[in-house]
């Protein structure tokens, strides 16, 4: 089955998509991953990339449609694969319907409030990276790590403000997939604002709108 992942920043899509990956045994593709493989494999749409990387410019849609049709052919995507971040504009979308048959596609909804709330909470550890919670998943020591003992901290990306400007930017790029997809008939919302602890729940109802 060929998926499509869409919901706004930080609504949690890496984790379900880590989550039904190993469920229905189909490789979760991040448009970060796509990028990270082509620039290491020294591809030549690869190394057309790493340019725009390099002067932190984005990756025009051109390349990145490129990118994602390299991947795509690969072995592992024979039986399916589960897009997440890409397409992220209509101009997307229609060239990846060129490539691939989408079967479905999963849209994440939460409201900005609920994670911005769950989001500013988030600290993570400089050394290891591990992932804490001022509410659900505090440290044993404020501000250690209980794994390696780095110093916790809050990453400038996940404090409100810089939340609520990434919301801005999906709003005017990525909604009007939503829509695209709908009229298409098969787009299928998933409420994504249970509790972290409460994760399976999403899943159990994304598994449904695959299935159905």
Not at 52 to 60: F, R, T
Not at 134 to 157: A, F, H, S
Not at 160 to 188: C, D, H, N, S, W
């Amino acid at each position: 089955m060929n998926i499509i992942l869409l919901g706004p920043p930080s609504v949690g899509k890496g984790t379900y998509a880590k989550m039904m990956s190993k469920i229905y045994n189909i490789p979760h593709i991040s448009t970060g991953d796509m990028f990270r493989e082509a620039i290491k494999n020294k591809t030549e749409i690869g190394l057309k990339a790493k340019e725009y990387v390099d002067k932190g410019e984005l990756v025009p849609d051109d390349v990145t449609i490129r990118i994602a049709e390299e991947r795509l052919k690969q072995d592992d995507c024979k039986n399916g694969f589960m897009l997440d971040g890409f397409p992220r504009t209509i101009a997307q979308a229609e060239a990846l319907d060129k490539i691939v048959v989408i079967d479905r596609v999963l849209n994440f909804t939460a409201s900005e409030e609920i994670i911005i709330d769950r989001i500013s909470g988030r600290r993570v550890c400089k050394s290891c990276g591990a992932i804490y919670h001022i509410r659900n998943i505090i440290p044993k020591v404020k501000g250690v790590c209980d794994k390696c003992g780095g110093e916790v901290y809050q990453r400038d990306d996940d404090k409100p403000e810089a939340v609520k400007e990434r919301f801005i930017v999906y709003k005017k790029q990525t909604e009007p997939l939503i829509e695209y997809y709908t009229k298409k008939g098969i787009l299928r919302s998933i409420n994504a604002e249970w509790p972290i602890e409460q994760v399976d729940n999403v899943i159990a109802d994304a598994r449904k709108a695959l299935e159905e």
